[in-house]
T-cell receptor
Framework: QQQVKQSPQSLIVQKGGISIINCAYE??????FPWYQQFPGKGPALLIAIRPDVSEKKEGRFTISFNKSAKQFSLHIMDSQPGDSATYFCAARTSGSRLTFGEGTQLTVNP | SQTIHQWPATLVQPVGSPLSLECTVE??????LYWYRQAAGRGLQLLFY??????ISSEVPQNLSASRPQDRQFILSSKKLLLSDSGFYLCAWGDNNYGYTFGSGTRLTVV
């Protein structure tokens, strides 16, 4: 029940396209859903996060869409750029618990 | 502001040699601290976490151990490295409500 399932495992998008990464969870007590971006040889960095009281959060070209009833949330990268090529992790937690991470999605944006 | 330091950045060690990786956090007190390992192209595997000095929880039985001698210091150790200990080791800190902040990682190669 603590799992977060992330898909796809890898994604190739053309420059200017939309990248979409999906995550699903079972634990309805989760109340914080962050996304991390990791470049090769670096530690993951917090990209954007959402709490379940809103259905969408947008920061620049990055948007989280949250569907509480379906227990799913997704990351949308608009106008994808080669510099967005990285591994993306979704995660979830309840207050006071540890983060549960998805398995990661390797995004490649071709020029 | 809070910062996390992790060193060394890269390490090549022979099989059977000891290991000591250090992580320190600045700008916060009593942080939750975490050690993760990441195999090439894979997800984040939680190894140890600590909620306070001397308090260590192990997630996976293995050849490694962790210690927290000071509030903002977290050390990952091994008495005798195995080939399978190779990987990218990440330290992170967090509170009980938000995401984690990761260090820059240590690339360990056991030869």
């Amino acid at each position: 029940q603590q799992q977060v399932k992330q898909s796809p495992q890898s994604l190739i998008v053309q420059k200017g396209g939309i990248s979409i990464i999906n995550c699903a969870y079972e634990n309805t007590a989760f109340d914080y859903f962050p996304w991390y971006q990791q470049f090769p040889g670096k530690g993951p960095a917090l990209l954007i996060a959402i709490r379940p009281d809103v259905s969408e959060k947008k920061e620049g070209r990055f948007t989280i869409s949250f569907n509480k009833s379906a227990k799913q949330f997704s990351l949308h990268i608009m106008d994808s750029q080669p510099g967005d090529s990285a591994t993306y992790f979704c995660a979830a937690r309840t207050s006071g618990s540890r983060l549960t991470f998805g398995e990661g999605t390797q995004l490649t944006v071709n020029p | 502001s809070q910062t996390i330091h992790q060193w060394p950045a890269t390490l090549v060690q022979p099989v059977g040699s000891p290991l000591s990786l250090e992580c320190t956090v600045e700008g916060t007190s009593n942080p939750n601290l975490y050690w993760y390992r990441q195999a090439a192209g894979r997800g984040l595997q939680l190894l140890f976490y600590s909620v306070g000095i001397g308090q260590i929880s192990s997630e996976v039985p293995q050849n490694l151990s962790a210690s927290r001698p000071q509030d903002r210091q977290f050390i990952l150790s091994s008495k005798k490295l195995l080939l399978s200990d190779s990987g990218f080791y990440l330290c992170a800190w967090g509170d009980n409500n938000y995401g984690y902040t990761f260090g820059s990682g240590t690339r360990l190669t056991v030869v």
